[in-house]
């Protein structure tokens, strides 16, 4: 599995953050992006802690919690870019 986790950047010591789990051993993140308070992770995978989510997930930024959203994505995403109203 590939698990995204939060560090403090000075000293590496693990932020309350829930781990997310995206997908099997053949699964990769390729992307990350932070906006509207959320972490957008993407890449090569079809699950996020165990539950359908292709590709592209969106989760809370402070806890990590997964956020139902779930956009139309059918293959792996390699970048994203994030402004004020849009995620592409």
Known sequence: ????SALEP???VALPFA????GDTSSEVRALAVGHG???IAG???TVN???GAHVVAVDAVTGTPVPWRPAV???????????????
């Open 1 to 4: 599995t590939t698990r995204v």
């Open 10 to 12: 000075s000293t590496g």
């Open 19 to 22: 781990p997310v789990i995206v």
């Open 38 to 40: 959320r972490l957008y």
């Open 44 to 46: 090569s995978f079809h």
């Open 50 to 52: 165990g539950q359908p």
């Open 74 to 88: 059918d293959g792996q995403t390699m970048a994203l870019a994030v402004d004020a109203t849009h995620v592409a």
